[in-house]
């Protein structure tokens, strides 16, 4: 009996051995570029995927680099040159201000590094097709945040669309209003290692290119490539700040916009910082609706609404019916209204690069991203229809939620 027990100790110890080796031998080494605010929502979701293993970090800023690798312990790289230049890099994360992104992104491709970048992708589609170009060229994988159609709710919605669970759809309503921030406590916001929140960035650059990311990568996830978009986007609050000079001064901060699909799908989505908070999406299908409150939520409740018929009248179901989710979400540490996985896309990226596969975030899925969102805050008060100039090859869902 000993000398059994001890005969299968040593098998399951040699199994966790050839297990951790296999590990050792897929884990992405990652290196951070922008310490600033984002920067801690990515560390905060970090120990979720135990396949990235970050080996530094770096700033233009000095102090921010000192401050941010104290609190969170991890090593420095005291300038951009030396992180690029370091052969154990595998992924660069670009969490640098929004205009700084096709640099940093350009950079680290051209050093021979994946990478992974914060929304957006680029704040021009030419700069965005030029990283993609390079990226393929090169043989490299680059993504764009936001990863949020990879949360389990986004996946449990795919899910039901992929089995007709409100038969064929015709319509979308997305919204993503956040309030009016200008008149919020902005000011006092600090990220956990104490970093105060870039309101000027923000504001600059704009709540479309911001924020419309999270529910365009859900929609050209769930229904396909866009066709074209009909957009108006005005600045409707044009004396936000007194204390610092906008540079430009009216980037738009209401934004609605009519995405046509080539599958035939029609969605409107909303985005302002004007409007009262509400990220609700519904789905309009032929025999009932697909709803749920907050994409920000990785683990917001999904509903059903099913047509209903007595005698000659056909009408909605008041009761909604709640979707079990394909699976249960991570517990979040972060404090605010979100309770989003930021370093999900950077592991479905490692993931992609291990298995030799298409990541469910390629490059051609960023890029068209990237253009509905431009396109979307150039319309501005002329209210055209843009027709899109990129497509993109659809992705698997997650294994997890097939």
Known sequence: MLGTAIFWLSVQSLVIFQRCKLFSLVAMKIAIVGCGFVADYYLSTLPFHPQLELIGVTDQVPERIEKFAKFHSVPIYKKLEDLLSDPQVDIVLNLTNPRSHYQVSKAALNAGKHVYSEKPFAMAVPEAKELVDLAEEKSLHISSAPCSALSETAQTIWKALRNEVVGKVYLVYAEMDDGLVHKMPYQQWLSASGTPWPYKDEFEVGCTLEHAGY?????TMFFGPAKSVTAFSSCQVKDKVSDVELEPPSTPDFSVACI???????????????????????????????????CWNYGDPVYVQRMMRIRRKVFMNPFKKK????????????????????????????????????????????????????????????????????????????????
């Open 215 to 219: 529910y365009v990568n859900w929609l």
């Open 260 to 294: 046509q699909f080539q599958s035939g799908v029609v969605a409107r989505l909303t985005c302002s910082i004007v409007a009262t908070h509400d990220h609700e999406l519904r789905i309009f299908g032929e025999d009932g609706v697909i709803s749920m409150d907050d």
């Open 323 to 402: 979707i079990p989710l394909v699976r249960k979400p991570p517990k979040f540490n972060t404090r605010g209204a979100q309770r989003m996985d930021f370093c999900r896309g950077v592991a479905e990226m490692a993931d992609a690069i291990a298995q030799n596969r298409p990541s469910r975030m390629a490059a051609d899925i960023s890029l068209h991203n990237n253009e509905l969102a431009i396109a979307i805050q150039d319309a501005m008060e002329a209210s055209s229809t843009y027709h899109m100039t990129t497509t993109f090859i659809p992705p698997a869902p997650m294994d997890w939620a097939k």
